[in-house]
């Protein structure tokens, strides 16, 4: 993988942070009281958080799962009475246990987890602004934020079951990225191929790196349903198809040791009418600005487009996502500092494979005035590893402090209080994790991010009325040629 920095023509002198790789005694620990990719791999101490168990909650047919195989059992779970199913599920909300509310086929989907749908998926606690203060040390800021606004919101609280897992290629490429990978400054990644890069990290950024590095397949077609919600409830959809292809995790197509891509990514605007057709291709760095191009049909023609990083709004957004925002954070790092806080045992949400039920909860259903419909979201107790980055002087974002909330099985960001430049909480981002067995990887869908200040909110990536993502596409990287954008669209 790439780096080097050159440095030139400078008047003056200055030093670039570099991190240490983990010591072989260090390494030799994953695998063993670590998980594979660093992880406490034992329960905490009274036994609220177990141990990892990873693959083994699952079945062997659900790992096998074809996207053929998936569309087959969504397509009989949407025979299902849908008013049958919410009514059953309410009942079981009610009764705090959620055993028989999912149909068997979207079981077989979507379940995985004996402890979450089977005879322990009794809910243990529910937090409201009732009884927040019983629980304030193990909750986000945001969370607790949440909870003191409005009063019908709630976390309904479920015992915790470490689903995530990876392939063995990853493993593997992991253990030697232990004592080859280091960090030069907060964006110059070197010595690290194909898995985690940085098991045992020293530093906030280099945490932020295993996030963006994550294995989330080799490819991907992404149906994305996203909305603004109004306070009082009202939203408009819209829908856009992601083709994705991931080039520093890809098991399928190793990259070369030169690779200075990160990712291919291309979105094709669906629906509303006013703006269906505009497609978006962006080539992702690792290092670097990234390019971006844009495709508008009235026109007809392809142009680059403005900056799609920091804190420029994301199209479609009404202002309410950032560029860098998307996938819970992406993008250069170089405009903060970044301080590892250390781990916590918080509240996030996990397993959230009811709010993900396709084809019988609708977005009237989720999308409720303040907050989505608290009823089908799943909160656990997990160990997180606590980031901060706060803005350097001189740098612009409208962020002024972030402190993220990172899984320590997975690598995933599961949320990020987010402070405007008054130090005033302003947005509140949080990441739905599901663990999917048949890639294997543990991905946030939906990601939400509550603002509270407008009181509106923007959720994205809701499958409930469309589509799971197609793990099993393949792209060219000559699919990605800007050149050939005006036909990179679904059916020409």
Not at 344 to 370: G, H, R
């Amino acid at each position: 993988m790439r780096h080097s920095l050159i440095v030139a023509g400078l008047a003056c002198a200055f030093t670039v942070t570099a991190y240490a790789a983990a010591t072989p005694e260090e390494a030799a620990k994953l695998g063993k009281e670590l998980t594979a990719v660093g992880a406490e791999a034992g329960p905490n101490a009274d036994g609220s958080i177990p141990k990892w168990t990873g693959p083994i909650n699952f079945t062997a047919e659900q790992k096998a799962l074809t996207l053929a195989k998936v569309k087959e059992l969504q397509k009989l779970a949407s025979k299902t009475n849908a008013e049958t199913f919410k009514t059953n599920l309410k009942k079981a909300i009610e009764g705090g246990d959620i055993s028989d509310a999912i149909p068997t086929e979207l079981k077989t989907i979507y379940e995985g987890v004996k402890e979450q749908i089977g005879t322990s998926g009794k809910r243990s606690v529910t937090i409201t602004a009732a009884n927040v203060a019983q629980y304030e040390g193990k909750l986000t800021e945001g969370h607790k934020a949440l909870l003191k606004a409005y009063p019908s919101y709630k976390m309904n609280v479920f015992p915790s079951v470490r689903t995530s897992f990876f392939p063995d290629e990853i493993y593997a490429a992991t253990a030697k990225n232990a004592i080859s990978a280091n960090l030069q400054g907060t964006d110059d990644v070197l010595g690290a191929k194909l898995g985690v890069a940085f098991p045992i990290p020293k530093s906030g950024a280099e945490v932020i790196w295993n996030h963006k590095l994550n294995f989330r397949g080799s490819a991907a077609i992404r149906y994305n349903d996203q909305a603004i919600v109004k306070p009082e409830g009202g939203f408009k959809l819209t829908k856009i198809i992601e083709d994705v292809k991931f080039k520093y995790a890809n098991i399928k197509e190793p990259p070369a040791a030169d690779n200075k891509i990160l990712a291919f990514y291309l979105a094709k605007t669906i629906a509303p009418p006013r703006v269906a057709g505009q497609t978006y291709l962006v080539l992702e760095p690792f290092i670097g600005n990234r390019v971006a191009y844009i495709y508008t049909p009235s026109l007809g023609r392809v142009n680059r487009a403005p900056d799609v990083g920091y804190d420029n709004p994301s199209v479609g957004t009404d202002g309410e996502q950032f560029n860098d925002q998307v996938d819970m954070f992406n993008g250069a790092l170089d405009r903060y500092t970044w301080k590892l806080i250390g781990k916590k045992e918080v509240y996030i949400p996990y397993n959230s494979y009811v709010i993900n039920t396709t084809q019988l909860l609708t977005y009237k259903d989720l999308l409720t005035p303040l907050h989505i419909n608290q009823d089908y979201a799943r909160y656990e107790l997990h160990r997180v590893w606590v980031v901060e980055a706060d803005l350097k002087p001189g740098q612009r974002h409208q962020f002024k402090k972030r402190r993220f909330y990172i899984d320590e099985d997975s690598w995933r960001i599961a949320a990020v209080d987010c402070y405007d430049n008054r130090d005033q909480l302003w947005k509140f981002q949080e990441g739905h994790l599901i663990t999917v067995p048949f890639l294997p990887t543990t991905t946030s869908i939906p990601e939400l991010i509550y603002d509270l200040q407008s009181r509106r909110y923007f959720t994205t990536a809701m499958i409930n009325e469309g589509e799971i993502v197609n793990f099993e596409a393949q792209f060219p990287d000559s699919y990605f040629d800007p050149a050939n954008l005006k036909r990179l669209t679904r059916g020409q």
